[in-house]
């Protein structure tokens, strides 16, 4: 017997047309918002397979902006993402691009650009249901599903990073539901850490792991 979730039965909660074109778009750029935070200049979308094929009838468009914007696929506010961008000042651009036959057919590269110049990319798919996966962040090839709260982690690769980690989630009552380690290309001496979690990461974690030695950034989702 196949069990169903009521989100399998009933889908996300959202802004509509679609789960896979508008929710999981949305879902993809909030998770761009959540590296690069509010303080962006422009931004850049490179639409694939589908996403580039029917983005403006599906509303993807309007959807991958909102995100960016830091509004989730349920906010009314979606709707109206391109005059809000204008009226904070932030530009923004949509380019058909193929990413490579390996991609997801809804799937999109973003480039975010701050005020300072810095930028933030990232590729990510719509997997359907307004599921999503991000496959790329600033160089490193990883995989974060957004399903359990997940805490990012750009380390130096100094020893007992890994203990370090565990012990600290381990104190305030974590359990480990999956972790996975990723270099930046052509680097050793900078890596990522990615680590999903049972609940809510507390403030006390953050801080901890924020302090301990050869962290470099803490992102939580």
Known sequence: ?????????????MI???????????RIGKMAHKFAGDDIKNVAFYLHGSFAKTYRGHGT????????????ESDDRLREA?????????????????????MHPNSVKIVVTRADGSEVVLI??????GNISIEHLNGIDLTISGEHPTIIIRHNTSKGIISGMTNILMACNLDILYMSFHKKKNRDD?????????DVVCEDAVRAIRS????????LI
């Open 1 to 13: 017997m196949v069990d169903y979730s009521m989100f399998d039965i009933l889908g996300p909660v």
């Open 16 to 26: 509509g047309p679609s789960s896979s074109h508008t929710a999981g778009a949305a």
């Open 61 to 72: 468009d309007k959807a991958l902006l909102a995100g960016v914007l830091g509004f989730g």
């Open 82 to 102: 391109f005059e809000i961008a204008a009226q904070r000042g932030v530009t923004y651009s949509f380019e058909e691009k193929d990413l490579g036959d390996l």
């Open 124 to 129: 990510g798919s719509s997997i359907g249901g």
């Open 190 to 198: 900078e890596g990522v850490m990615v680590v999903e979690v049972s």
């Open 212 to 219: 301990f030695p050869g962290i470099v950034d803490v992102y």
